[in-house]
Every structure is written in structure tokens, then in C-alpha cells.
């Protein structure tokens, strides 16, 4: 992983799961800063609809009402920035030009918080939770130069996006950035064991390693570091490399969006967007209960649709065949014709 990662991520943490790896990245970087003599940073931000997981921990960072609000008394409530996603950009504003308008609501934050604040963590380049949010990665250029001229430490949640999702191995390095935390999850095992690992920088591994134990990182779960899980982490990065999967997810992504060009131009389909391996778009429907009645039909025409309100979207596992893709768009038609 230290090979294939951003620049300055040489140490690992593991986790069992995402929430897991966000708790892990809250708290080893506001114990980074109180072991460093600023005991005060202790809040964080997060972009407005973000999702980081579920536990007390990284709710705290999520905001999504549906996850939140059965937990409010439980949360500690931390701040959240406009996102820079594209669909709520000006009429005639470009995706960079928005993202940066965005980026500028971070700097004011920044600057006036940046005493108290441990960190800014963020879904790089897409926000599932939020509708498959996606923005330009001039967003994470910017955040990176912002963190560092505040003193916040970035964390970037690739447990969604990361292994190739968004057509390189870490979405952050569309933004030629490395962050201070990456969260790892989901495709490091191939969705077949539970694994998550937090990589950080050796300045953070520093602050930590010293005699005394309360100086120390003090974090333990019992299957961490699952010697089963991490050789399946291993496995798919031997797959990785030997098939080629990234240069061959480009051919398929290209692929796909020639084919699904009568979806995209479908009257009902609204901002259609499409980031490596994923594909989102909003349907106008009459039906209120359209996700519903999208997931159902879907499953009638052998296809597994599992629309977030009116926006559906695509992950298609990396072995979809050319033959599956068109399944898919000509079943996704008949779903959206008949849901109009």
C-alpha cells in the first residue's frame, strides 16, 4: 500500500470496517495535537451532506438527517462546509469555477476556527451518501493548501471511492494531493472480508511513539488487523497488478458511456454525471414513492437498482462483461420509461 498510496503515507493502522476507520482518524488526530502542546483542537468539519459511517464517532462528521437525528442527544455536534457539488452550481458556472466558489466558504471557516479545529475530513471527489455528489478536484487542491496554511490536518474518506472507483487507485490523486489520514475499505479485500486501514504520515506516527502510555495511540479492536482479511487484501492487490484492473476499468467506463448514450438523452434523466466506475443521475417521476417502485421493477428485470430518493446511480463490480453493460442500460430504460 505505501507503494501505491499518495506521497507520505508510509504508516498503517486496521480497523474491521469504515466507521471503524473513521473513529481511528478522529481520535489519532486530536491525540496528535494535544501530544503536540494544542490540547484545544479538538473539533472537526465536514462538507454539508457528507457521510463518514455510523458510529457515535462518525456521526458526528455525517450529515445526513436519516443517520443523525434518532442519535442527536448522543452526538457531539461539529461544524459542516457548503459542498462544492456540481448540481448546485450557476446557471453557466463550471464545475472548477464552483468548486472554488466553495472553497472559499473552507477559508473563512478555517481562519476563524483553526485554534480549535483538529481536522477537515472529506469524501474525495464524490459524496455517495449525499445523492453521488461529484465536484471538480480543484476542491481538493485548494483544501490541501488550506489545511496547510491553518494548521488542520486533512482526512480523506476513500472507503467509498478508493481501489480504483473513481478511475485511479486513490481519488486524491486527481487532485495531486496527498492527505495527512486515508481511509481504506470496502475494495482492499474484494468485498469478501472485513478490513479497514488508516494510513497516515510519519510526522503523526512520531507524536505518538514514545515511553510513556498515555502518550501512545490507545486503540484496539478485537479482529484488527485480521491476519484472514489482510491476506485477502493482499489477494486483490496481487489482482490489481496481474489483470491490469485500472487501465482495464478505463476501457470499460468508456465503453459504458458510449453505449448508455440513449439512457443519458432520455427526457426523464437529469444530471447525468459519471466519475471513473460510477455513474448517477436524478429521473423526473410523478411517483413520490419512486425508489421504491425503481427497486422493485428493477428486480423484475433482473437488475439490483437502489435509488437514493430520485437519483440513481452505478457501481458495477470491476468484472462486468460488455454483454452486462448493455443488459444494464437496456433494462434501466424499460425501468425508467415505465416510472416516467
Known amino acids: 500500500l505505501r507503494a501505491l498510496a499518495p506521497l507520505g503515507l ?8 469504515g466507521a471503524s476507520a473513521t473513529e481511528i482518524a ?14 484545544d483542537k479538538t473539533q472537526f468539519i465536514s462538507l454539508q451532506n457528507s457521510y463518514h459511517g455510523e458510529t457515535l464517532g462518525a456521526l458526528s462528521v455525517t450529515d445526513v438527517a436519516l443517520f443523525r437525528d434518532a442519535y442527536g442527544a448522543l452526538i457531539r455536534q461539529q461544524a459542516t462546509v457548503v ?40 469524501e474525495p ?50 487532485g495531486g494531493i496527498s492527505p495527512d489520514f486515508l481511509l481504506i475499505s470496502k475494495g482492499i479485500t ?10 497516515t504520515t510519519d510526522d503523526i506516527y512520531q507524536a505518538f511513539y514514545a515511553d510513556p502510555t498515555a502518550r501512545g495511540f490507545l486503540h484496539s479492536h478485537s479482529y484488527t488487523g485480521n491476519p484472514l482479511a489482510c ?16 487501465n482495464a476499468n478505463r476501457a470499460k467506463a468508456d465503453y459504458f458511456n458510449r453505449i448508455a448514450q440513449p439512457l443519458r438523452e432520455h427526457p426523464s434523466v437529469k444530471n447525468w454525471r459519471n466519475t471513473g ?36 446511480y452505478f457501481m458495477p463490480p470491476y468484472i462486468i462483461s ?13 425501468v425508467i420509461e415505465a416510472l416516467r
Not at 478508493?162 to 487507485?169: A, E, K, P, Q
Open 125 to 174: 471527489l464524490v459524496q455517495g451518501a449525499a445523492g453521488m455528489a461529484m465536484y471538480h478536484p480543484v476542491y481538493l487542491r485548494r483544501a490541501r493548501e488550506l489545511c496547510d496554511q491553518y494548521g488542520v490536518h486533512l482526512i480523506a474518506d476513500e472507503i467509498a471511492v478508493g481501489m480504483g472507483r473513481t478511475g485511479t487507485m486513490f481519488a486524491c490523486e486527481q
Open 10 to 17: 508510509g504508516h498503517c493502522f486496521y480497523g474491521s470496517d
Open 322 to 334: 460488455e454483454e452486462e453493460m448493455q443488459l444494464l442500460v437496456t433494462r434501466t430504460l424499460i
Open 231 to 246: 491476506r485477502a487484501a493482499l489477494a486483490t492487490l496481487d489482482i490489481f497488478e496481474e489483470d491490469d484492473v485500472l
Open 277 to 312: 466506475m460510477i455513474w448517477a443521475f436524478e429521473v423526473e417521476s410523478m411517483h413520490a414513492d419512486f425508489a421504491q417502485r425503481c427497486f422493485a421493477l428493477g428486480l423484475q428485470h433482473e437488475l439490483l437498482l437502489r435509488p437514493m430518493g430520485k437519483t440513481v
Open 26 to 39: 478522529l481520535k489519532m488526530s486530536a491525540h496528535y495535537w494535544r501530544n503536540t502542546g494544542k490540547p
Open 83 to 122: 459542498s462544492p457539488d456540481w448540481r448546485n452550481a450557476e446557471t453557466g458556472e463550471t464545475d472548477e469555477a464552483f468548486a472554488l466558489r466553495c472553497a472559499e466558504t473552507l477559508e473563512i471557516h478555517l481562519q476563524q476556527h483553526h485554534a480549535q479545529l483538529a481536522a477537515f475530513i472529506i
Open 190 to 199: 474484494g468485498g469478501y472480508l472485513p478490513l479497514s486501514i488508516v494510513m
